[in-house]
């Protein structure tokens, strides 16, 4: 059973930059792939990106890229999703969830394991 939590959400303005992070535990952590996850009030979860086991494949939802990246740390357990210019429409709960298969998916479905969320509030 894996556990993952994410931390370093918070309110930034627009334009302004986060730095999420997910550290898993109770499990081999390089033989998952992990994704990023969010869902706004009233919406329905939405796929931001995924990555590889090794980190070398990302993928990425049209809005947000050239502005967020994912990368990993196997030596430590961790995956990351640094945001910039951040806007109001990236407001939402962000999840980290990892997938018992080293190759990345973008559907939910696929993934098996799912953190608590942590909240980014974007101001105008």
């Known amino acids: 059973q894996v556990q993952l939590v994410e931390s370093g959400g918070g309110l930034v303005q627009a334009g302004g930059s986060l730095r999420l992070s997910c550290a898993a535990s109770?499990?081999?952590?390089?033989?998952?792939?992990m994704c990023w996850f969010r869902q706004a009030p009233g919406k329905e979860r939405e796929f931001v990106g995924t990555?590889?086991?090794?980190?070398?494949?990302?993928y990425y939802v049209d809005s947000v890229k050239g502005r967020f990246t994912i990368s990993r740390d196997n030596a430590k357990n961790t995956v990351f999703l640094q945001m910039n210019s951040l806007k109001p429409e990236d407001t939402a709960v962000y999840y980290c969830?990892?997938?018992?298969?080293?190759?990345?998916?973008?559907?939910?479905?696929?993934?098996?394991?799912w953190g608590q969320g942590t909240q980014v509030t974007v101001s105008s």
């Open positions: 990555i590889s086991w090794s980190g070398r494949s990302t």
């Open positions: 109770g499990g081999t952590f390089s033989n998952y792939a």
């Open positions: 969830a990892a997938r018992s298969s080293r190759a990345p998916a973008t559907v939910a479905e696929d993934y098996d394991y």
